[in-house]
């Protein structure tokens, strides 16, 4: 079992940047890919950006290419959403995702790209960014 707590949402003005950070715990981080999602009112939970175990392969979606990256600290078991320039449309809750490749029959350069594909959640942060 894997617990993922996310951190570092808040209110923001358009423009501004915000590091989210997702803590992992239990078994070892270091083998799992992990996600960024987001949900705002009334609409889906989307990707956002993905990582495979070791960080090598990275993806982000076209809304946010540029603006947002992704990376992880395997010391501190964390993964973390860089976002800069930020605009009104980002504002949503923020969630962190994890999967462990081996489970879904995939190798170690998996970077999972919808939300089926990951097995544990955190419960979220909230970003608002005011125009």
């Known amino acids: 079992q894997v617990q993922l707590v996310e951190s570092g949402g808040g209110l923001v003005r358009a423009g501004d940047s915000l590091r989210l950070s997702c803590a992992a715990s239990?078994?070892?981080?270091?083998?799992?890919?992990m996600g960024w999602f987001r949900q705002a009112p009334g609409k889906e939970r989307e990707l956002v950006a993905a990582?495979?175990?070791?960080?090598?392969?990275?993806y982000v979606v076209d809304s946010v290419a540029g603006r947002f990256t992704i990376s992880r600290e395997y010391a501190k078991n964390t993964v973390y959403l860089q976002m800069n320039s930020l605009i009104p449309e980002d504002t949503a809750v923020y969630y962190c995702?994890?999967?462990?490749?081996?489970?879904?029959?995939?190798?170690?350069?998996?970077?999972?790209?919808?939300?089926?594909?990951?097995?544990?959640w955190g419960q979220g942060t909230q970003v608002t960014v005011s125009s």
């Open positions: 990582s495979n175990w070791s960080g090598e392969s990275t």
């Open positions: 995702a994890a999967v462990d490749p081996r489970l879904r029959g995939y190798d170690s350069r998996w970077t999972p790209r919808h939300r089926d594909m990951y097995d544990y």
């Open positions: 239990g078994r070892t981080f270091s083998s799992y890919a």
